[in-house]
């Protein structure tokens, strides 16, 4: 599918259609048991998501960035990846996390503002999620290069969104992927705004996807609100990163149904109408129907599957919220490997004043 | 073995390559052409071009790739080809080089080496000659380092590969070629966080590094034959400095002159000068002084002589000092 696809025709690799009927020659061959999962986890991420926004309203939590309308895009990106692989996310990944099974106790404790909440399991090869737009991907290039020097074959998959498109590191990191033919696959976001910049300003190209035939790899534009497009999509690009064949590039092609932060106000730059239109695709509900087709889904299921997601994010709000602060020593001993004298000064001097003020 | 810096950087990389597989290069023209200043030559023919690697010429993906290789467990050593053309990668080196380790409490850390020719007097092209060792110690989680011989060239290279943290190797180009010394032939380390006695003296300290080393070596044989006895501090480490040799020099001799030939404002001088302030200030005859470049923009080569410290402007700030 990859291989024969041509970004510059500017089509969209479909397979679930807004009203949930299925191509059937393109339908990925998946278990039973692995449909209702991508459900259940698109539905974990919805849920997760509007608690994060709920804790942030009420001050427990600090801004943060919603995936509202990005479940397809995230599970269906993260789904396919094996235990060796490598992901260097950006702040609007939720789904991703959670499908690789990262501790969501540790996700919220990442927003509420403890950096523990970023150290990921000892299992898990998944970055810190990147700030700094676009400067993930020139280093899952890097982590891409090294397993092809120790010969490991794995996938590393690096997200973002169509506003890092425009920036040097996109194109330095995508440059370097196809120079070396380093085992990436590439997810772009292209959710339509980065803040109140749209994605008519970001590029005059006629899709993101046709970027990649510069850099001299496949790249294909997928419906980002299908979440079985964005699997198979992603499922053969990562199987080509393990197969030695390069990197690829895939634009899933969706919509920020939130706002950028909790810190943004959307309505400023954009219509209520435009928000409209793409409601009417949300990726949970032309799944469900899909499902309900394949007597997979009833309201038995959709009962149990969002209250295991409300007894989940609960459950992680309870676990962040009962680890204390972190010590002093905590920061000062993570900038470098042993703590150098100055440091051990400051924190001393810190110490002393903690001391004196609790008096 | 009887070397220049620009032979003992050689015999550093190419003896830790050896030791360790997982030590590998990058940079531009640093493969097949030996890089510009050759200090990577031969080694594309002996390691192969999957560790000395030719990369495209992009400063930021070359550090950004950087950090990707060394949390999945390689040793790169980025060769950045000129300080001037760094700061393309700033975003890399401050955003994540520096606070990977912060930000994932550890878990992923970039155990790289950014090499970089810095400094001028080579009568060099625009964008050749700047010396802002001052940006990179100010953040936290970086490592900077000079050297201004050949011996320490080698053993603190040794020493950077080795590192757990991230450290900021800048070489002078105007030292490459100046100096041969006699230099063991395997591998050595210099720690890094020490600086070294370059001369004993007791009247003054002059704190220094790199290509000003030599420089005010000149200035304090002239002193001496006034009868101003001269101590020398190179400081090889510039962070996290070697806060206890500086204090205990600046304690015997009373008297502290820094010369840097970065600009004036807010360089390393500024930071010595208020390190010295609170720590010694009863021990000191005379406030802290510093000689330094200009706060100019470094000139091209005709004017290139009113910016750099020469033997003389370092000796007449030592006399100054001593006046006081």
Redesign the interface.
């Known amino acids: 599918m990859i291989e024969n696809f041509d970004p510059l025709k500017g089509e969209i690799f479909q397979i679930l259609d807004e009203g949930g009927r299925v191509r059937n020659d393109l339908e990925p061959r998946l278990a039973e048991g692995d449909l209702q999962r991508i459900y259940a986890l698109m539905v974990a991420t919805r849920v997760a998501d509007q608690k994060a926004l709920k804790l942030q309203r009420q001050g427990r939590l600090g801004t943060y960035a919603p995936s509202l309308g990005h479940e397809a895009c995230q599970v269906g990106t993260a789904y396919p990846l094996q235990k060796e692989d490598?992901v260097?996310p950006y702040f609007r990944d939720l789904g991703v996390y959670l499908t690789l099974g990262y501790p969501l106790s540790d996700y919220y404790l990442y927003w509420m503002g403890n950096?523990?909440g970023?150290?990921?399991p000892?299992n898990l090869n998944i970055?810190?999620l990147a700030?700094?737009v676009a400067?993930q991907?020139?280093?899952?290039?890097?982590?891409?290069?090294?397993?092809?020097?120790?010969k490991k074959n794995i996938a590393?998959v690096c997200t973002f969104g169509d506003g890092a498109t425009s920036e040097?590191?996109f194109?330095?990191?995508l440059?370097?992927a196809g120079?070396?033919r380093t085992p990436n696959v590439f997810v772009c976001y292209n959710n339509q705004w980065a803040i109140s910049t749209p994605r008519s300003r970001q590029t005059a190209s006629k899709t993101i996807a046709q970027k990649a035939v510069a850099y001299g790899f496949p790249g294909l534009a997928v419906d980002g609100n299908d979440v079985l497009a964005v699997y198979a999509a992603a499922k053969e690009a990562g199987d080509r990163a393990r197969s030695g064949k390069g990197p690829t590039f895939i634009e899933a092609v969706t919509y920020r149904m939130g706002h950028h932060t909790t810190s943004d106000d959307a309505s400023k730059y954009r219509t209520e109408i435009e928000v409209a239109e793409w409601e009417k695709k949300d990726p949970l509900v032309r799944f469900r129907l899909y499902l309900k087709a394949k007597a997979l889904w009833d309201d038995g299921f959709e009962k149990a599957v969002q209250e295991k997601a409300v007894e989940e994010a609960e459950k992680a709000v309870g676990i962040a919220e009962s680890v204390p602060p972190p010590a002093p020593e905590?920061?000062f001993n993570?900038?470098?490997?042993q703590r150098?004298?100055?440091?051990a000064g400051q924190l001393s001097d810190l110490d002393d004043f903690l001391k004196e003020s609790r008096k | 073995m009887i070397v220049n810096m620009v032979q003992a950087l050689n015999q550093a990389l190419a003896q830790e390559m050896e030791r360790d597989p997982r030590v590998?290069l990058l940079g531009e023209d640093i493969g097949v052409d030996g890089g510009v200043f050759r200090v990577t030559e031969g080694l594309i023919q002996k390691f192969g071009g999957?560790?000395v690697?030719d990369?495209?010429l992009?400063e930021?993906?070359i550090?950004?790739?950087?950090?990707?290789?060394?949390?999945?467990?390689?040793r790169?050593v980025a060769e950045i080809q000129f300080m001037g053309f760094i700061y393309?990668a700033f975003?890399?080196i401050i955003?994540?080089v520096a606070r990977?380790?912060?930000?994932?409490?550890?878990?992923?850390?970039v155990p790289l080496v950014i090499r970089t020719p810095y400094g001028a007097g080579l009568r060099a092209l625009e964008h050749h000659s700047e010396s802002t060792e001052a940006f990179f110690c100010q953040i936290?989680?970086l490592?900077v380092v000079v050297p201004s011989t050949p011996y320490d060239a080698k053993g603190l290279l040794i020493s950077s590969i080795r590192?757990?943290?991230p450290v900021i190797f800048l070489e002078p180009s105007r030292l490459y070629r100046a100096e041969k010394q006699d230099i063991p032939d395997g591998p050595y380390q210099v720690p890094l966080?020490e600086a070294r006695v370059v001369r004993e003296g007791k009247n003054a300290t002059v704190l220094a590094w790199g290509a000003m080393v030599p420089v005010v070596q000149n200035a304090a044989e002239l002193a001496e034959k006034t009868g101003v006895s001269v101590e020398i501090l190179d400081l090889r480490t510039l962070s996290?400095?070697d806060?206890?040799a500086i204090l205990k020099s600046v304690k015997k001799t009373g008297r502290a002159l820094v010369a840097h030939e970065a600009p004036k404002t807010c360089g390393l001088g500024a930071e010595l000068a208020a390190i010295i302030g609170e720590q010694a200030l009863l021990n000191l005859e005379a406030p802290v002084l510093r000689i330094t470049g200009q706060d100019i923009t470094v000139p091209l080569p005709k004017s290139e002589d009113y910016y750099y410290l020469s033997p003389e402007r370092v000796l007449r700030a030592v006399n100054k000092l001593m006046e006081f």
């Open positions: 490598w260097f950096e523990a970023m150290r990921a000892e970055f810190p700030i700094p400067s991907i020139p280093q899952s290039v890097g982590a891409a290069l090294a397993a092809n020097i120790q590393v040097g590191d194109h330095e990191g440059n370097f120079v070396f905590e920061i993570s900038t470098y490997k150098p004298p100055k440091l | 590998v999957q560790r690697m990369t495209p992009a930021s993906g550090v950004g790739a950087a950090i990707g290789m060394a949390s999945f467990g390689l790169p393309p975003n890399q955003s994540h990977l380790r912060n930000r994932s409490r550890g878990r992923f850390t936290p989680g490592t590192s757990e943290d966080g996290p400095l806060e206890a």
